[in-house]
């Protein structure tokens, strides 16, 4: 059950704009949460921060019913489905330099090999990315980020945070964004329309590939966001070494 959840946050075009200053200021703000020793997620969600978590992810959730969701599913319905499958193996193709980077901080050299010979070979054979080369020859995509990396060197995670308009987070994973952001090769598009064009169609494509999960999300929607975000991360540190069974989520 852990494979499908692939971070969990709420979309939206606004993103595009308050990326940077938003990413920045909280990585400074949460510089002394990362100082904390290192502790496993599951062991205690730390959530001092409820009550104003919990209006931020009603805001969240608001925002995504009126404006995100919709559009997500006008994209699924307009745009053909091979190529939707096109356009996120493009994004998938960009995200394997991050992942690349990221598997050499970690000392995974195997894994290194393997995502610098995807690169390659979807770039060039795949068309830009466009095609999906690499799988097809048994390299398969790894899935890695500075969030993971900082908790491969033994930062802990912080308290768990919900982000305005980016959703679930934690103070560890909230100043990998900003790194994340970094070695995203669209931020540095000259032609700020093609780049700002860029990121909203990538928000948009991965916001329409959850869209089948929303109907799985059962019981208190807060505490089943919180927990399958928290464990998916352990479970990503970890390499998928975790003993604990995937919770349900009840009520307060």
């Known amino acids: 059950m852990y494979e499908f959840f692939v971070q969990l946050p709420v979309f939206s075009l606004i993103r595009i704009k308050a990326r940077w200053s938003l990413r920045v200021l909280l990585c400074l703000m949460l510089l002394p949460v990362l100082m904390l020793p290192g502790e496993s997620a599951l062991a205690q969600v730390q959530d001092p921060w409820i009550n104003a978590n919990q209006r931020i992810f009603r805001f969240n959730n608001f925002f995504d019913a009126i404006l995100v969701r919709p559009v997500a599913n006008t994209y699924t319905v307009i745009i ?26 970690q000392l995974k050299m195997d894994a290194a090999l393997t995502d610098s010979g995807r690169f390659l070979i979807n770039t060039t054979i795949g068309l830009g990315g466009f095609m999906d080369v690499a799988s097809s020859m048994g390299l398969q995509k790894n899935e890695e980020d500075f969030g993971q990396t900082l908790g491969y060197w033994g930062v802990g995670t912080g308290p768990y945070i919900v982000l305005p308009v980016f959703g679930t987070s934690n103070a560890r994973d909230s100043f990998g964004f900003v790194l994340d952001t970094l070695f995203n090769p669209i931020q540095y598009q000259d032609d700020v329309p093609m780049r700002l064009s860029l990121l909203t169609m990538q928000e948009i494509d991965t916001r329409s590939s959850l869209l089948a999960l929303d109907e799985l999300v059962g019981g208190n929607r807060y505490l089943f966001f919180r927990e399958a975000y928290m464990q998916r991360r352990e479970y990503l540190v970890n390499d998928g070494a975790i003993e604990e069974d995937f919770s349900e989520f009840g009520e307060f």
């Open 80 to 105: 053909p489905r091979f190529a939707r499958q096109g356009i996120g193996n493009f994004f998938s193709n960009i995200n394997d330099i991050n992942v690349l980077v990221n598997d050499v901080l």
